[in-house]
Nanobody, 124 residues
Framework: QVQLVESGGGLVQAGGSLRLACVASGGSFGSYAMGWIRQAPGKERECVAGISWSGGTIEYADSVKGRFIISRDNAKNTVYLQMNSLKPEDTAAYYC?????????????????WGQGTQVTVSS
């Protein structure tokens, strides 16, 4: 069983930045693909970024491309999401998720383990 714990959420003004972190325990972090998925009230979950086991393959949703950066440190069992130029529409609960397969994916249904989420609120 894999446990995921996110941190770094908060309230920020539009145009600002936040860095989310997700620490994993249990399982084999270095062999899993990881992703960041967000959900705003009344909306479906959206995968905003996915990264392969090695970090060699990275994908982004069009809505965040050029503004968000996903990265991972396998030695620290940690995946990050650097969020820049934040917009009010980025307001959502952000979840870290792990896929037992090693390849990056943007499909929410592919993820096997999820964290509890961290709230990001962007004020205008």
């Amino acid at each position: 069983q894999v446990q995921l714990v996110e941190s770094g959420g908060g309230l920020v003004q539009a145009g600002g930045s936040l860095r989310l972190a997700c620490v994993a325990s249990g399982g084999s972090f270095g062999s899993y693909a990881m992703g960041w998925i967000r959900q705003a009230p009344g909306k479906e979950r959206e995968c905003v970024a996915g990264i392969s086991w090695s970090g060699g393959t990275i994908e982004y949703a069009d809505s965040v491309k050029g503004r968000f950066i996903i990265s991972r440190d396998n030695a620290k069992n940690t995946v990050y999401l650097q969020m820049n130029s934040l917009k009010p529409e980025d307001t959502a609960a952000y979840y870290c998720a792990a896929d037992r397969n090693p390849w990056a994916t943007m499909l929410v249904r592919e993820y096997d383990w999820w964290g509890q989420g961290t709230q990001v609120t962007v004020s205008s």
